[in-house]
Nanobody
Framework: QVQLLESGGGLVQAGGSVRLSCAAS????????MGWFRQAPGKEREFVAA????????QYADSVKGRFTITRDNAKNTVYLQMNGLKPEDTAVYYC?????????????????WGQGTQVTVSS
């Protein structure tokens, strides 16, 4: 059974940085696309970033390009989201997700496995 556990969220001032981690258990992440999504209050869950199985291709939402970086360490079965230049509109619950395939898509429906989420709050 795949389990994903996010950590690293918290309260940060605008312009600051946070690194989120997602530790997987139940199966190795090494053969699968991993993604990050977020959901703000009253809004739908949206794509943030994704990384393919060997970390050779990353995809980002336009709203985070140049500020966020997704990486993975398959040996540690962990994926990361480095968030720099945070803005109040980045405030959301951030979710880690895993596909059953090597390559990535940005649709939530492509990801059958989800973590519980970690809150990131950016104050102005």
């Amino acid at each position: 059974q795949v389990q994903l556990l996010e950590s690293g969220g918290g309260l940060v001032q605008a312009g600051g940085s946070v690194r989120l981690s997602c530790a997987a258990s139940g199966r190795t992440i090494g053969s699968y696309c991993m993604g990050w999504f977020r959901q703000a209050p009253g809004k739908e869950r949206e794509f943030v970033a994704a990384i393919n199985w060997i970390g050779s291709r990353m995809q980002y939402a336009d709203s985070v390009k140049g500020r966020f970086t997704i990486t993975r360490d398959n040996a540690k079965n962990t994926v990361y989201l480095q968030m720099n230049g945070l803005k109040p509109e980045d405030t959301a619950v951030y979710y880690c997700a895993q596909r059953d395939y090597t390559h990535c898509y940005s649709s939530t429906g492509e990801y059958p496995y989800w973590g519980q989420g970690t809150q990131v709050t950016v104050s102005s």
